[in-house]
């Protein structure tokens, strides 16, 4: 009996050593696979918030335990490389990565983008910005009228939003423009018809700003207070390690895209405040679900301007309750590990649910905008220069009213013939019909006005559309015209460099610049402007 009892023991003890060995071996096939899967999701994860330094050395500590050679550790120096701009480099990391791993489509998608950034890309000029703080990559030629506009405002914004938002990211920061849609489609995520039909023309991913240029649009498009709203996304992606939702990010963007022209510059265009007050009476607001997982996605023009509409006013309720400071107190929460509703009410002293209830009242108190609701035949969406048809004539087609449409037609070919006089008429008789809100009928009255050396009828005649509309182009152009022949150089010059934040590509932009720098005794911006002339003509 005592023998059984031994062998037992023995034969237990034997099972056990057995079972040991086994789980020791079957931990050395899985503890380094979860730690190596581990390691791995922690580069990615530091390169998506885009911690480079940390993601830098996450990735040195990867590739000594797992070898520089291996397909991981390729393709995260590949996606390193891309996030630092080093797209040739980054090309080539890929290619080896997924020689490795073929059967990877991710890595392969990835590729791809970064192919098409560096095919894109590999021509453009770099310019530094004055204080060094931003890098813009752009085409050689005419892009290079941008610069010194797109540097006024990003030094400023670095500055002004530093304080806004309570931090200041790590410099150079890396902007690259864009000829067309079609090129900011192929280095990004969106299809071009996304891109078209939200209005969606500007980008912050990948560790950087991408924006296209505004001679892609007939008439260019508010670009300078885009390249700043981009900006915002890059401060506060850098800020909380991209933990922020996409209506959070695009309120702060939307409230603080004019903030870099200094404090109390934040406004929303009419025609975005007419229609969120239209969905607010028709009860047909976007959800902050709907806006995930990128406004670019969202159906049409009108529904991403609603959209900014609301979150611009989510942000303004913030700041109105809780006063300075306000963004920056959401931002820290989150970084505090608060989730984005807890963080948004924290500074307002309440749930989140109570907020929307208390923000939706609010929508309904604030003041309705005196905009035209189609009486005017103006539409302010985006117009892309490859569309079909002349601009000119559908404008015209816009105008609902038939005799308002035929006197416009009659002015434009008066005035095509010299005949001014002739054409204010037929313009005032429009005017008469439809009112005076029409941005195409009031500046081409201000043009007969200063052909006739009537500056002053010019002016009046700009005044109903210039805050209604502010981003069409011509009526500042116009204003700075008829300040310029009355000597109102200072306003002349504000007016001037309105025109030239949308559509620099106008060489009279710069001409009339010139002339107002002169007046002010500024010889040296007068210079420039005359060289940017040159350079677009």
């Known amino acids: 009996m005592r023998q059984q009892n031994l062998r037992y023991t023995a034969y237990k003890a034997i099972a056990h050593l057995i079972a040991t060995a086994l789980l020791a071996v079957a931990c050395a096939g899985i503890l380094p696979t979860a730690a190596h899967a581990q390691s791995t999701r922690q580069v990615n994860a530091l390169l998506d918030a885009w911690r480079m330094k940390e993601a830098k050395q996450s990735l040195e500590s990867f590739t000594q335990k797992n070898g520089e050679d291996s397909a991981d550790a390729l393709y995260l120096k590949g996606r390193f490389a891309f996030f630092e ?36 890309t590999k021509s453009y000029e770099k310019h530094t910005s004055p204080d060094g703080k931003f890098i813009v990559y752009i085409e050689p030629g005419r892009d290079r009228v941008l610069l010194p506009y797109a540097f006024e405002a990003l030094d400023a914004a670095y500055d002004e939003l530093g304080k806004e938002l309570g931090h200041y990211p790590e410099t150079p920061i890396r902007v690259e423009v864009y000829p067309t849609t079609a090129t900011l489609a192929r280095v990004s995520s969106l299809t071009e018809e996304e891109i078209r039909t939200s209005g969606t023309i500007a980008l912050c991913k990948y560790n950087r700003l991408m924006i296209t240029s505004p001679k892609a649009l007939l008439r260019g498009y508010g670009w300078v207070d885009t390249l700043v709203h981009e900006y915002v996304h890059y401060i506060i992606n850098h800020k909380t390690q991209n933990r922020v939702p996409i ?9 603080l895209e004019r903030r870099w022209r200094g404090d109390g510059a934040n406004r929303l265009a009419p025609s975005y405040e007419h229609l969120l007050r239209k969905r ?27 959209a900014f509409a609301e979150v611009y006013t989510v942000m ?9 400071g306000a963004f920056a107190k959401v931002l820290d929460g989150i970084n505090e590990g608060l989730d984005a509703q807890q963080a948004f009410a924290r500074p307002l002293s309440t749930t989140f649910p109570e907020f929307e209830k208390k923000w939706q009242a609010y929508l309904k108190t604030r003041p309705r905008v005196d ?6 035949g103006f539409d302010e969406k985006l117009r892309f220069k490859d ?36 054409a204010i008429v037929q313009y005032q008789k429009a005017a008469a019909l439809m009112g005076d809100k029409n941005p195409l009928l009031q500046t081409r009255m201000a043009q007969c006005f200063m052909a006739i050396d009537r500056p002053k009828d010019a002016l009046l005649a700009l005044e109903p559309v210039r805050d209604t509309y502010p981003s069409y182009v011509v009526t500042w152009l116009e204003l700075g015209r ?32 010139a002339k107002a720098y002169e007046g002010l005794g500024q010889k040296e911006l007068a210079a420039r402007e005359r060289k940017l002339r040159a350079l677009v003509m």
């Open 280 to 306: 607010v009476d028709a009860n047909d607001l976007i959800t902050f679900a709907q806006m995930h997982p990128s406004m670019a996605k969202l159906p049409s023009q009108d529904d991403a301007a609603v």
């Open 316 to 324: 303004e309720y913030l700041r109105g309750e809780v006063g300075e």
């Open 85 to 120: 701009g080093d797209y040739g480099e980054a090309v080539k990391l890929m290619d080896r990565a997924i020689a490795k791993s073929s059967d990877n489509a991710m890595w392969k998608a990835d590729r791809e983008i970064i192919d098409a950034t560096r095919e894109v």
């Open 482 to 513: 008829a300040q310029i022949a009355n000597k109102q150089w200072s306003a002349a010059r504000d007016n001037l460099l309105e025109a030239a934040r949308i559509n620099p590509f106008d060489p009279e932009v710069h001409e009339l610049l």
């Open 247 to 255: 209506w959070m990010h695009e309120g702060m963007a939307k409230y």
């Open 387 to 422: 569309e079909n048809g002349d601009a000119a004539l559908t404008d015209l087609k816009q105008i609902p009213k038939p005799a308002a449409r035929d006197h416009v037609h009659l002015g434009q070919m008066l005035q095509t013939r010299s005949r001014y006089k002739a």
């Open 371 to 376: 905009f035209p609701d189609g009486e005017t």
